[in-house]
């Protein structure tokens, strides 16, 4: 009898009372709010990282991009169209090829793929009806004093025609039945013979914008076939325009060093981009707010005086 009553009294005491899972309770909720802070915290900061660094990469990547358009600007050869402190409108470069064949008011470019690889014709955009290209005209005399590089519009579409392999700018049949006919505003001069380089280009644009959602932006633009498009995004957001201080900020400099606003004298570009955060952030856990950051760079141009 006595040990069914030990047994028993053990049993009892084998649960756990309400106070002692409150306890448990208590210390639970609070491991898991310390938990959820921590948790909430690391969010906050791996997102404000990721903000600055889309916001850098935004600046990293307008000093790769400009830089590689403006360099190939001639400011002496009227390849500034406009220009002020918050855009520029330039003759883009968007091809080169040679002279294969010439008719009356057309010439015929090999195709911009050859086996031999020798890259005599390269197009970044290929060229449409309404683009312009120089060709370079050699003069009546071998002296280069009467040398120039002659302007002409594309007055067709392009279309497939023949670059013999006589010329030895193609090696194959189909290579030679892939060349392009491009139809000019003029006839060449006798100055131009066959062999004459050929540069592609066409009107580009690069300027700040206000965005529909109230976002300052870097857009850019070309117009093939002398058509416009709309502005593209290339980066941002930016601080908004201002006199100075702006988002996008360019000045053009002589050879002298002095600032210029004649579009041919210009021998530099210097730009300064200016951003700041899509949102605000909060990296060491203090009041959000938004972060700035600058780059500042500098193009010299290809033909300057």
């Not at 529909?212 to 980066?235: K, Q």
Request: net charge positive.
């Amino acid at each position: 009898m006595l040990s069914l009553r030990l047994k028993s009294r053990r049993a009892a005491r084998a649960g756990v009372s309400l106070a002692e899972l409150l306890v448990v309770l208590v210390i639970l909720g609070l491991v898991g709010s310390v938990i959820m802070r921590v948790v909430l915290r690391q969010q906050r900061f791996y997102a404000s990282a990721a903000e600055l660094t889309s916001t850098r990469a935004d600046l990293r990547d307008l000093a790769t991009a400009l830089p590689s358009d403006l360099r190939a600007i001639s400011s002496v050869g009227g390849d500034i169209y406009a220009m002020s402190d918050s855009s520029i409108d330039f003759r883009l470069t968007t091809g080169i090829s040679t002279v294969c064949q010439i008719g009356a008011g057309y010439v015929i470019v090999p195709p911009a793929s050859l086996t031999s690889r020798s890259g005599v014709t390269s197009w970044t955009a290929a060229p449409v009806s309404g683009d312009s290209v120089l060709i370079y005209d050699e003069g009546a005399t071998t002296a280069i004093s009467d040398d120039a590089w002659r302007a002409y519009k594309i007055t067709a579409a392009p279309v497939a025609a023949s670059c013999p392999t006589t010329t030895l700018f193609t090696s194959t049949s189909a290579e030679a039945a892939a060349g392009v006919k491009l139809t000019l505003s003029a006839a060449l001069p006798a100055g131009s013979p066959q062999g004459s380089a050929m540069v592609f280009f066409r009107h580009a644009h690069y300027g700040l914008f206000v965005t529909a959602s109230g976002r300052t932006m870097l857009g850019y633009y070309d117009c093939p076939g002398g058509t416009c498009g709309s502005a593209t995004p290339m980066g941002g957001p930016f601080l908004p325009y201002a006199a100075t201080g702006s988002g996008v900020q360019f000045i053009y400099y002589d050879s002298t060093g002095a600032v210029t606003a004649t579009k041919t004298n210009v021998a530099r570009i210097d730009v300064a981009v200016r951003g700041q955060t899509a949102a605000p952030v909060a990296l060491a856990g203090g009041e959000r707010s938004y972060v700035r950051d600058s780059l500042n760079f500098t193009v010299s141009l290809r033909n300057r005086r």
